[in-house]
């Protein structure tokens, strides 16, 4: 349920002309002027108030808090040439349901997702996404389209998406789309190139019980579970960008790659559609801001486990830019992330690292090899991977599928 707390994010707001000078450029102080003469501040942040310094962030303890053969399946063992020898109306590859081979392998996977939350095939020898998306349609037919997202990501093919991120940054540990009204079940990756090393390509998950218990012994955890979060997104402009013939390395993503349409309307339509509130800012670094807040309990009830679990994290904050090429050069109250509680108070650098190790704690690392497929319940855990270098013919490369949606409903009474 959402909390009378989170609506009292309404005063200070006050338009700063001041200008603060980093990295041999100028940026304002506390945001960009309102679009409309005499409109109020919408987000103004506090620069002082806060401590930037990156986060310490680990992934996991070298232990897997679940051991790696609890959700892997050897799919050499199965002929998936086989499974995969039929075509739908269309021509696309489709998995032969009529087959024995086909029925055991779903129910070997719905087995270990159900248990686990989680379910890796390895050794199938597959090349091509269209058919890792085959193997994923045996689990869950139905996927999504990316709209609404906070990164920028370019469909591969339908319904599959590159990561989306460059390889030099950290990603913290999230649950996708956790910002918008309508989030994910479940997510799939596909490793159509993997490192020599797998641990060093690795995808890092989460195991949200034991990050959800640790956060509430805590009176970080207490008071996410009282407050709630608030979201602020900043999506700059395309044309602005494209007009003025500027460097988009500092962007994370537009507001019209983000929604899918060119007019501003439109565009705050569909935001508010996600559950989202929309307002205009303009900016001489950025264009037209389109600004985005979202309410919501930090905590959302897990069916699998009837239980209240985490569903958000500082991935949704600034410190997600820390290594970020282009716009960690940025302050942090320009960057296009913002997490606070839901009634406007600031988090500390403390409370952020607190949050990161409750994640941490409980990581598991996805080792990929070429051809592998990962399934991940974005429920039961949460996703990230470090930054990593590639050596002289390396490549990595995950497509990266999205599951069916669902109206986001929060915490349940009863359900702690």
């Known amino acids: 349920m959402l909390h009378a707390a989170r609506r009292g994010l309404a005063a200070g707001r006050t338009t700063c002309s001041s200008t603060k000078f980093f990295g041999g450029r100028s940026f304002p102080a506390a945001g960009a002027a309102p679009l409309s ?13 806060e401590d930037p310094t990156p986060l310490d962030v680990k992934y996991w303890t070298g232990k897997s808090a679940v051991p790696l053969d609890k959700f892997k399946i050897d799919a050499s063992k199965y002929d998936l040439q086989k499974i995969l020898s039929a075509r739908d109306a269309e021509g696309k590859v489709i998995a032969d349901q009529a087959l024995r081979d086909t029925q055991l392998l779903q129910q070997h996977m719905a087995e270990i997702f159900q248990n686990v939350g989680a ?12 058919k890792m998306q085959a193997i994923v349609s045996l689990l869950f037919p139905e996927k999504t389209d990316y709209e609404g997202g906070a ?9 599959v998406y590159d990561t989306g991120a460059p390889k030099e940054a950290d990603l913290q540990y999230h649950h996708e789309m956790a910002y918008i009204d309508a989030s994910v079940k479940w997510l799939a990756f596909g490793a159509l190139h993997a490192t020599n090393n797998p641990l060093k390509g690795a995808t890092y998950i989460s195991e949200n019980i034991g990050a959800t218990e640790r956060i509430l012994e805590t009176s ?3 008071k996410l579970k009282d ?8 999506l700059p402009d395309q044309k602005f960008f494209t007009d003025n013939n500027l460097d988009s390395s500092i962007v994370y993503n537009f507001w019209q790659t ?12 569909i935001m508010r559609g996600k559950g989202l509130e929309v307002e205009w800012e303009n900016s001489p670094l950025f264009g037209r801001y389109m600004v985005t807040k979202y309410y919501v309990d930090t905590f959302e009830y897990d069916p699998f486990n009837d239980k209240n679990t985490l ?11 820390d290594s970020w090429p282009g716009v960690k050069e940025l302050p942090h109250w320009e960057r296009p992330l913002k997490l606070t509680f839901g009634d406007g108070e600031v988090m500390t650098r403390d409370e952020k690292q607190l949050w990161v190790d409750c994640y941490d704690q409980n990581g598991i690392p996805l080792l990929w090899e070429k051809g592998d497929i990962g399934i991940i319940c974005n429920y039961r855990t949460a996703h990230g991977r470090p930054q990593y270098a590639l ?4 490549k990595r490369e995950l497509g990266v599928m999205l599951g069916e949606t669902f109206k986001r409903q929060g915490e349940l009474d009863g359900k702690w």
């Open 37 to 49: 003469g005499g409109a109020k501040r919408f987000y103004t942040s506090h620069p002082k108030e």
């Open 119 to 130: 379910v890796q095939l390895v050794k199938t020898g597959l090349h091509e996404f269209e």
């Open 151 to 159: 990164n920028l990501r370019v469909e591969i093919e339908p319904n």
């Open 220 to 222: 970080f955890g207490q």
């Open 227 to 234: 407050k709630g979060c608030c979201y602020v997104r900043k």
């Open 258 to 269: 983000s929604t899918g349409v060119e007019d501003m309307d439109q565009a705050a339509e």
């Open 311 to 321: 569903y958000a994290s500082v991935a949704d904050d600034y410190a997600w830019f």
């Open 391 to 394: 050596s002289k013919g390396e």
